[in-house]
C-alpha cells in the first residue's frame, strides 16, 4: 500500500517537468522553423532584405540555443528522452560552431551542414515532444511511423542537396524531388488525421515554389519540408514510446 502510495506521487510529482519539457521542446522545435525560413530566404533573396533575414536568423537560433540547453537540463532525469536531448543539445552547438566560424557566406560543405544539421535539430525537438506527449494520445503504427520518417528524411535530404548543390537542378532531378516529396507527404498523412496538414504542405508549397521561384516561395517550402520531417518523428516518437 505504501509503495502504491509512493509511486502516485512521484508520478505527479513528474507532471510538471514533462509539461515543461513538452513546452520547449514545442517552443524550440517552432523557432527553428523560423531558423530555416530565414535560412531559405537568405539563399533565394538579395537586396536589403537579407539583412532583415539575417537579424530573424541570428536572433531565432540564439533563442534555440538557449531553450535547448534548458530542455537537456530538464530532460537530464529523464532515461527516455536523455539520449535525444543532449543529442539536440551537441547538434545545436555545432551548428552554432560551423556558422560563427563561416560567417555569412560558407562554402558548399558547411551550407550543407547548416542546412541538414538545422533540419535534423527540428526533427529531434519535433522527437522529444512526441515522446514526452506519448501518453496523450493513440500512436500510430510502428512500422508505418518508421517508414514515413525515412522518406521524410530522404526528401530533406535531397532537397537540401539540389538547393546548395545544383540550385539549377535539370527537369529530370526535380521531378524525382517532387516524387520522393508526395510518397514522403502520404506516408506521413497515413499516420493519421492530425498528420494530414503537416504532409498537404509540404508538396502544395514545393510546387508553388517550383513556379514562383521567389524568396518567399522558397522560404515557404523549406518550413513545409521541415514540418513534415517534424510530423514524421512526433509520429515515430508516439509509436516507439
Not at 122 to 137: D, F, K, M, P
Not at 151 to 166: K, P, R, S, V, W
Request: with cysteine; proline share 3%.
Amino acid at each position: 500500500m505504501h509503495q502504491v502510495t509512493w509511486d502516485v506521487r512521484l508520478q505527479h510529482a513528474g507532471m510538471p517537468n514533462a509539461a515543461r519539457i513538452r513546452f520547449l521542446a514545442a517552443a524550440s522545435a517552432l523557432l527553428m522553423l523560423a531558423v530555416v525560413a530565414a535560412s531559405a530566404y537568405i539563399r533565394a533573396s538579395g537586396g536589403i532584405e537579407v539583412q532583415i533575414a539575417r537579424g530573424v536568423h541570428r536572433a531565432t537560433a540564439s533563442s534555440v540555443a538557449l531553450l535547448v540547453f534548458a530542455l537537456m537540463v530538464l530532460a537530464w532525469g529523464q532515461p527516455r528522452l536523455r539520449a535525444a536531448a543532449s543529442a539536440a543539445f551537441v547538434l545545436m552547438l555545432a551548428l552554432s560552431a560551423v556558422g560563427w566560424i563561416t560567417g555569412t557566406t560558407p562554402p558548399p560543405a558547411a551550407a550543407f551542414f547548416n542546412q541538414t544539421g538545422g533540419l535534423v535539430l527540428t526533427a529531434l525537438l519535433a522527437w522529444i515532444y512526441g515522446r514526452a506527449a506519448a501518453q496523450t494520445s493513440a500512436a500510430p503504427d510502428r512500422k508505418l511511423a518508421l517508414a514515413a520518417l525515412a522518406l521524410a528524411g530522404l526528401q530533406a535530404a535531397f532537397g537540401g542537396t539540389l538547393a546548395i548543390y545544383a540550385p539549377q537542378a535539370s527537369v529530370a532531378l526535380l521531378i524525382s524531388h517532387a516524387v520522393t516529396g508526395v510518397a514522403a507527404a502520404a506516408a506521413v498523412a497515413a499516420l493519421g488525421w492530425r498528420y494530414a496538414a503537416c504532409a498537404a504542405l509540404a508538396p502544395a508549397l514545393g510546387a508553388v515554389s517550383a513556379v514562383l521561384l521567389a524568396a518567399a516561395a522558397q522560404g515557404g517550402h523549406a518550413v513545409a519540408g521541415a514540418l513534415l520531417l517534424a510530423a514524421a518523428a512526433i509520429g515515430h516518437a508516439r509509436a516507439s514510446a
